[in-house]
């Protein structure tokens, strides 16, 4: 039995993640960090809905972000700006 699940697959050649804004896109650490701390928010922190578990995440990301001004440049990992798109076959 399981609660919640993640996978990533940054190395997959259909799947290309570009921005849709002026930052550039999320770096894949990010989007780890993300995922990882929505799925804590809904595993171990009660938030009853992914859109709880995503706004928790989002405030999770406001510290490394501040810790790090690079970052600023990029979208954070949760998006909704970085998407993944399918690439032209």
């Given at each position: 039995m399981f609660d919640d699940l993640v996978v990533f697959?940054?190395?997959?050649?259909?799947?290309?993640y570009r921005s849709n804004t002026e930052r550039l896109?999320?770096?894949?650490?990010?989007?780890?960090f993300h995922e990882l701390?929505?799925?804590y928010a809904k595993t171990?922190?009660?938030?009853?809905t992914c859109g709880e578990g995503h706004g928790e995440a989002n405030r999770?990301?406001?510290?490394?972000?501040?810790?790090?001004p690079n970052l600023k440049h990029h979208n954070t990992g949760g998006g909704p700006r970085t998407r993944p798109s399918q690439r032209d076959k």
């Open positions: 697959n940054f190395g997959n050649p259909k799947v290309s896109p999320a770096e894949p650490y990010n989007m780890v701390a929505e799925s171990d922190g009660g938030m009853a999770r990301e406001e510290k490394p972000r501040d810790q790090r």
